[in-house]
């Protein structure tokens, strides 16, 4: 299903008993007084930069994953290849 559609989708006037604060919860801007608060108060005290290391852990991992895959079908195709020309 595409974004455009689920996002059409969730903003439909359907009251289904439940609350439509959707918006609300997902808004892209924060209100910038309440932010300058969290950032006072300390909220945010775990290390974002650990957040970002798993994600580039990820990433290197997917990156490896592929490469791999990649060799080993090349490989398959290779020997397959060299079975085909003995027989």
């Known amino acids: ?15 289904l008993g439940v ?10 801007v924060k209100h910038a007084q309440f932010a300058c608060f969290l950032e006072e108060t ?11 290391r798993s ?3 990820r990433r290197v991992t997917k990156f490896l994953l592929l490469w791999a895959s990649a060799f080993a079908i090349a490989w398959v195709v290779l020997e397959s290849a060299r ?3 003995l027989f």
């Open 1 to 15: 299903m595409s974004y455009a559609f689920r996002r059409l989708l969730n903003h439909l006037p359907i009251a």
């Open 19 to 28: 609350r439509s604060d959707k918006r609300l919860r997902t808004a892209r």
């Open 42 to 52: 300390g909220f945010r005290t775990h290390n974002v930069d650990r957040y970002e």
């Open 55 to 57: 994600l580039r852990r």
């Open 83 to 85: 079975a085909v020309t």
